[in-house]
């Protein structure tokens, strides 16, 4: 079965830093794109950044271009996501999702299901 799991969320103040980590089980890293995505309470879900299989190309939703920081380490089967300069805005609940392809910064073919996500919440 073809899994994330989520972690590194948590409580920090505005112009913060954190960086989340996204687990693969059940399949390689390596030949999958990968995406997170956040929701904000009372908001839809929406995609803020996908980093592509190879090369690899890194893409970025304008709310987060110049903060935010794509990666991937497919020798430990894990994605990141390094957020920095937080602001309130970007409190939601993280999520990550393993797929076939960036549409920019959207993931496109997405291959696993939602996992728990992971809390980042951004206050003073």
């Known amino acids: 079965q073809l899994q994330v799991v989520e972690s590194g969320g948590g409580l920090v103040q505005p112009g913060g830093s954190l960086r989340l980590s996204c687990a693969a089980s059940?399949?390689?890293?390596?030949?999958?794109?990968m995406g997170w995505f956040r929701q904000a309470p009372g908001k839809e879900r929406e995609g803020v950044s996908c980093?592509?299989?190879?090369?690899?190309?890194?893409y970025y939703a304008d709310s987060v271009k110049g903060r935010f920081t794509i990666s991937r380490d497919n020798a430990n089967n894990t994605a990141y996501l390094h957020l920095n300069s937080l602001k309130p805005e970007d409190t939601a609940v993280y999520y990550c999702?393993?797929?076939?392809?960036?549409?920019?910064?959207?993931?496109?073919?997405?291959?696993?299901?939602w996992g728990q996500g992971t809390q980042v919440t951004v206050s003073s």
């Open positions: 980093i592509s299989s190879s090369v690899p190309d890194t």
């Open positions: 059940g399949f390689t890293l390596d030949y999958y794109a």
């Open positions: 999702a393993a797929g076939g392809y960036c549409g920019a910064y959207l993931l496109g073919a997405a291959l696993t299901s």
